[in-house]
């Protein structure tokens, strides 16, 4: 049976994609920034913060990364509200990606703090430098080295799972496709465009953090 594509009949929704690439884009921007920072505070208290809070810490991380994320996000926007809660799609969309991607984040930096040399806590020390300064100047930045091109994996894993939140009516890329095929019943055309435009996003992201770190992590000269 022949299939025949007309990608012309998508052409009159050129804003409704670009409108969805746009929300896509700020979904991941604004997760990336708050989840990594969620996920660098739990991997210090789970490293070297203070004994009471890691039970909590453990229990958070294990708790999301061993649930749904679909079911994470209708807690967040569907039973919030009953206890007095309620959240708007992209507010209820954010919150549930950065408690999500905290958790993994987490895990992927306590692998690279756990990796720093003991003799670098042990310089730190004779420098009389606090735990939390130690933290700050001499393992984080080596630790997210080690680990960036996981972290930017974990980074493209979420904007990709940003489609799922197009299930409490976020007018992502996903969003869109399924309000153009619903139209235009050209389904195949609307998911090929929205499957090209995931892929352009994903390249560019890479791209994106590998030039971050080429300015978080400058590679030294060897001295001659």
Same mark, same amino acid.
């Given at each position: ?9 998508l ?17 991941t921007?604004v ?17 070297q ?9 453990? /229990?958070y @991380? +294990?708790? #999301? ?5 679909? $079911? %994470? ?40 703090i756990?990796?720093?040399p003991?003799g ?47 299930? /409490?009516? @976020? +007018?992502? #890329? ?5 309000? $153009? %095929? ?9 998911y ?33």
């Amino acid at each position: 049976m022949a299939v025949g594509l007309d990608f012309g009949a998508l052409a009159d929704y050129a804003p409704v994609f670009a409108k969805g690439v746009a929300v896509t884009c700020e979904l991941t921007l604004v997760v990336g920034g708050l989840g990594l920072a969620l996920g660098i505070l739990c991997a210090w208290v789970r490293t070297q913060g203070p004994r009471v809070i890691r039970p909590f810490v453990s /229990i958070y @991380v +294990e708790l #999301i990364r061993n649930t749904p994320f679909l $079911i %994470q996000l209708f807690f967040i926007f569907f039973g919030l509200p009953a206890v007095g809660v309620s959240l708007g799609e992209m507010e209820a969309a954010i919150l549930a990606m950065v408690v999500n991607l905290g958790a993994y984040a987490c895990e992927i930096i306590r692998a690279g703090i756990e990796a720093t040399p003991r003799g670098q806590y042990e310089a730190s020390a004779s420098l009389a430098m606090s735990r939390l300064q130690t933290f700050r100047y001499v393992v984080l930045r080596p630790a997210l080295q080690r680990i960036w091109p996981a972290l930017t994996s974990q980074l493209v894993i979420v904007m990709f799972g940003s489609a799922v939140c197009s299930q /409490i009516a @976020v +007018e992502d #890329i996903t969003f869109a496709a399924n309000f $153009i %095929q619903s139209r235009n019943f050209r389904a195949f055309e609307a998911y090929i465009a929205a499957t090209l435009l995931y892929l352009a996003l994903a390249l560019l992201l890479r791209q994106g953090m590998r030039m971050l770190a080429l300015v978080l992590f400058p590679r030294r000269r060897a001295v001659r």
